[in-house]
């Protein structure tokens, strides 16, 4: 079983839509969770990180599911600009520093 | 502020040269980090290092050598290079810390022929 798994896609949503992207993990002591966004293979930049707590930031939410381990990602109101690879990324315990990404899922977002 | 500096940004090998990926952070960042992206993959971990002198291995490491001498820099070695290291490499760091995120550079596109 991969460390950290997302389905590829590509996810095709018409501009307006609602799109939920989750993101399994195998490392039950995994302590760091993060959503990046990647655009053309330039580096990623960081979305936001994801808090035990959930946490949303505009039209963004991402939450954690330590039982299920996983994370997930909504996007509300897609906008075209929206297009991109969404990776997530996976730390394990808290003194290791070792972040893991997942493959990535390929969002596009239609007129 | 320069965040994270990598060079070159392209570079053609042939099988069986080698060479070495520069990567530089001025941000004091303890952490710090090589992958590499194949087409259509996510990035995959090389090596990390937690502070000078400390590195470990990540998912790929074989072919590959890393050195932390410095806080400030973390150069990703290939010997003897293969078709299968064609690529894009990125070098990022972070600051310790559980929800400190990565810093990335730009990247370097290496071919090997």
């Known amino acids: 079983r991969k460390e950290v798994e997302q389905d590829p896609g590509p996810f095709n949503v018409p501009e307006g839509a609602t799109v939920a992207f989750n993101c399994t993990y195998s490392?039950?002591?995994?302590?760091?969770f993060f959503w990046y966004r990647q655009d053309c293979r330039k580096e990623p930049k960081l979305l936001m990180s994801?808090?035990?707590s959930g946490n949303e930031d505009g039209r963004f939410t991402a939450q954690l599911n330590r039982a299920s381990q996983y994370i997930s990602l909504l996007i509300r109101d897609s906008k075209l600009s929206d297009s991109a690879t969404y990776l997530c990324?996976?730390?394990?315990?808290?003194?290791?520093?070792?972040?893991?990404f997942g493959q990535g899922t390929t969002l596009q977002v239609k007129p | 502020n320069a965040g994270v500096t990598q060079t070159p940004k392209f570079r053609i090998l042939k099988i069986g040269q080698s060479m070495t990926l520069q990567c530089a952070q001025d941000?004091?960042?303890?952490?710090m980090y090589w992958y590499r992206q194949d087409p259509g993959m996510g990035l995959k971990l090389i090596y990390y290092?937690?502070?000078?002198?400390?590195?470990d291995k990540g998912e790929v490491p074989n072919g590959y050598n890393v050195s932390r001498s410095t806080t400030e820099d973390f150069p990703l070695r290939l010997e003897l290079a293969a078709p299968s290291q064609t690529s894009v490499y990125f070098c990022?760091?972070?600051?310790?810390?559980?929800?400190?995120?990565?810093?990335f550079g730009n990247g370097t596109r290496l071919t090997v022929t």
């Open positions: 990022a760091s972070r600051p310790t810390g559980r929800n400190s995120p990565l810093h």
């Open positions: 490392n039950s002591a995994s302590q760091s």
């Open positions: 994801v808090y035990s």
């Open positions: 990324v996976v730390g394990g315990s808290s003194n290791t520093g070792k972040l893991i």
């Open positions: 941000m004091n960042h303890n952490y």
């Open positions: 290092s937690v502070g000078a002198g400390i590195t």
